[in-house]
């Protein structure tokens, strides 16, 4: 059965983009445009891989994940964040903190399956 990965961003061009380039490679997506819809997702399924981005209006990727770490710590491990800015500082203390891997935007398909392909494989072993 194919990995089940939500990815959520607030850029609808991304969500279309990187959705169908997913789907391509034998990937099933769901898309959330917001950090609140993400959650009302995430409560509702099983997902193999969270992409999610960091700056979103609402409810953002970093307030998410602290949500995900009391309600399903169990998905940390599933988590990779994307982010245009890889170069903030407070950004970068975050994810040293929360351990979870970052793609830098823009980014490419190819790049995104190398490092979903990772972090499944990584939450199997944890499993």
Do not use: W
């Amino acid at each position: 059965m194919s990995p089940r990965v939500l990815l959520i961003d607030d850029e609808q061009m991304i969500l279309r983009a990187v959705g169908r380039g997913l789907e391509r490679a034998g990937y099933q997506v769901d898309v959330a445009s917001s950090g609140l819809a993400a959650l009302d997702l995430i409560r509702q399924g099983g997902y193999e891989a969270i992409l999610c981005d960091v700056h979103m209006p609402g409810l953002s990727g970093e307030e998410l994940f602290r949500i995900l770490e009391s309600e399903r710590p169990e998905l940390i491990p599933r988590i990779v964040f994307a982010t245009g800015n890889l170069h903030d500082p407070a950004l970068c203390q975050f994810l040293d903190r929360c351990g979870r891997a970052a793609i830098g935007k823009p980014y490419s398909v190819s790049e995104l399956l190398g490092v979903l392909d990772t972090t499944l494989a990584q939450s199997q072993q944890a499993s």
